[in-house]
């Protein structure tokens, strides 16, 4: 697995010697990772931009997209709260939602 977007600007900041906080420069790192890790699954690469959970099920919806799959990364009383991702889209998606559990140990 690549590593995250993140990690990429902060790579190429970090030769500089100075922080970069060009988002053209990291909207490109995310395009480039994004797209590197759609091609190792076979899949298609959409980059939204945006509220993240709002983006989503807006592009679902225009997509006619009949299953969406997230990773759940917080405890039941958290997601009870509907605070996250994973929530909003379980409530707000205009299809199916898969919610994944991260395997025991991890969190």
């Given at each position: 697995?690549?590593?995250?977007?993140?990690?990429?600007?902060?790579?190429?900041?970090?030769?500089?010697?100075?922080?970069?906080?060009?988002?053209?420069?990291?909207?490109?790192?995310?395009e480039m990772w994004l797209a590197e890790e759609a091609r190792s699954v076979?899949?298609?690469?959409?980059?939204?931009?945006?509220?993240?959970?709002?983006?989503?099920?807006?592009?679902?919806?225009?997509?006619?997209?009949?299953?969406?799959?997230?990773?759940?990364?917080?405890?039941?009383?958290?997601?009870?709260?509907?605070?996250?991702?994973?929530?909003?889209?379980?409530?707000?998606?205009?299809?199916?939602v898969f919610l994944v559990p991260p395997e025991q140990g991890d969190s």
């Amino acid at each position: 697995m690549l590593a995250p977007p993140a990690f990429l600007v902060s790579l190429a900041a970090g030769l500089g010697g100075a922080p970069v906080h060009d988002t053209e420069v990291e909207k490109e790192a995310a395009e480039m990772w994004l797209a590197e890790e759609a091609r190792s699954v076979n899949a298609e690469a959409v980059l939204l931009e945006g509220h993240p959970a709002s983006k989503a099920t807006e592009w679902a919806a225009e997509a006619g997209v009949d299953v969406m799959v997230a990773a759940t990364h917080r405890g039941l009383v958290e997601r009870a709260l509907l605070g996250s991702f994973a929530g909003y889209l379980a409530h707000h998606a205009p299809c199916s939602v898969f919610l994944v559990p991260p395997e025991q140990g991890d969190s």
